[in-house]
Every structure is written in C-alpha cells, then in structure tokens.
C-alpha cells in the first residue's frame, strides 16, 4: 500500500500555485530582456569580434554596476532595472540571471560553428523565455520528473527550439533532438545556470546531428 501511494505522488500532475498579476509582469520584464539575446546572430553575422567584444563587455560591466547597487550605489536605469525584473528570492543578493544570460550567448558564439551557435542562442532566446512565460500564465501540471517545471512550460520550450532549429537546418529530424535537448535542460532545477547549461547542451548536440 506505502508503495503504491510513493507510486502516485511521484507520477500524479500536480495543480500549480495562483500566481499573481505583479509576477507575471515581473516574469514578463525578465523574458523581455532573454528574448533580446535573440539579437546576438544577428550582430555576428555583422561583426563577429563586435558581437563577441559586446557581450563581453556587458557581462562585466553589469557586474560591477550590480556589485556597485549591492554596496548602495544605485546606477540610473540599471539598478532599477534589475530590481524590477529580479525575482523576490534574488533581490538581496547579487542578481546573476543577466550574467549567466550573457555567458549562455558568449559562450556558443566561442565554441561552436555559427549556424550551430544561432541555433544554441535561440534555444535559449526563446525556448527558456516561453517555457518560463507559459509555465507562468498557464502552467497546471507539474509532475515530479520535471523538478517543479509544469508540462504546458517544456511543450512551449520544445515548441520554440523546434521552430528555430529547423528555420535555421532546415533538417527536422535534428531540430527534434535539438528540442528534446533543450526542454530536458530547461527542466532541471538549475535556476539561473540554466541560461549556460541550455545552449551548450542544445550545441552540442546540434553539432553532433547536423
């Protein structure tokens, strides 16, 4: 009887937390700026030492200007900025999401050829962004297996790494696994290391399959 009852709570779909219209707005100012890393092929494809030098740039001066707001020097635009899109359990700490979102970009760029870097940068440009948007507004279901993620989140983030692998490969035998890979990494309870663990892992294996 123990076991199966350990049985059901591990497979049953659980109902998601009421979530608030100011987390909404707070998720949808997060994913705002996640989308944005979206732009990062595109500046490649201009300048690759640019786009590279660009992100490089950002990722550390929006550490000293956080460590600068962690020590009561508040940036204009910045410091706002980071406390409006933060969420409640990193607000007194250092907020690392935009450092992490920056090396998730850098990262690919660096390592992989660029068609599969592009394919990286949106699996996490939009695969992570609508996976957190949809579990937000819509997420119902949220068995065990997806650590607190809800299913409604992993289809969307499937969905987008799907659609943008194959836009870019035109090949949807890889584009799936690109996208099975990405919403298994966007699953595991990762947190904010979630925007490097994602693209490497979607890199990977679009290298591997392409």
């Not at 030492?49 to 635009?77: D, H, K």
Request: aromatic residues 8%; hydrophobic residues 55%.
């Amino acid at each position: 009887m123990e076991l199966k009852k350990a049985f059901v709570n591990s497979t049953v779909l659980s109902l998601a937390p009421a979530v608030t219209v100011a987390e909404i707005k707070t998720e949808a100012l997060r994913k705002l700026i996640h989308f944005l890393i979206a732009l990062t092929p595109l500046l490649a494809a201009l300048s690759y030492p640019f786009a590279v030098s660009a992100l490089g740039c950002g990722i550390l001066g929006y550490t000293v200007m956080e460590w600068l707001r962690l020590s009561g020097v508040q940036v204009p635009v910045v410091s706002a900025l980071t406390r409006m899109a933060s969420r409640q359990r990193d607000i007194e700490g250092f907020v690392l999401g935009p450092v992490t979102l920056g090396l998730g970009a850098l990262l690919p760029l660096v390592l992989f050829p660029f068609p599969v870097a592009s394919i990286a940068i949106y699996a996490l440009a939009f695969g992570d962004g609508f996976a957190s948007l949809a579990g937000k507004m819509y997420g119902r279901h949220r068995p065990a297996c997806l650590f607190g993620k809800s299913v409604e989140g992993s289809l969307a983030c499937f969905t987008a790494a799907f659609t943008c692998a194959a836009l870019v490969s035109r090949n949807p035998v890889a584009s799936f696994a690109v996208a099975l890979t990405a919403a298994a990494a966007e699953a595991l309870p990762l947190e904010d290391y979630d925007n490097i663990v994602l693209p490497l892992a979607a890199g990977i294996v679009a290298q591997m399959v392409m």
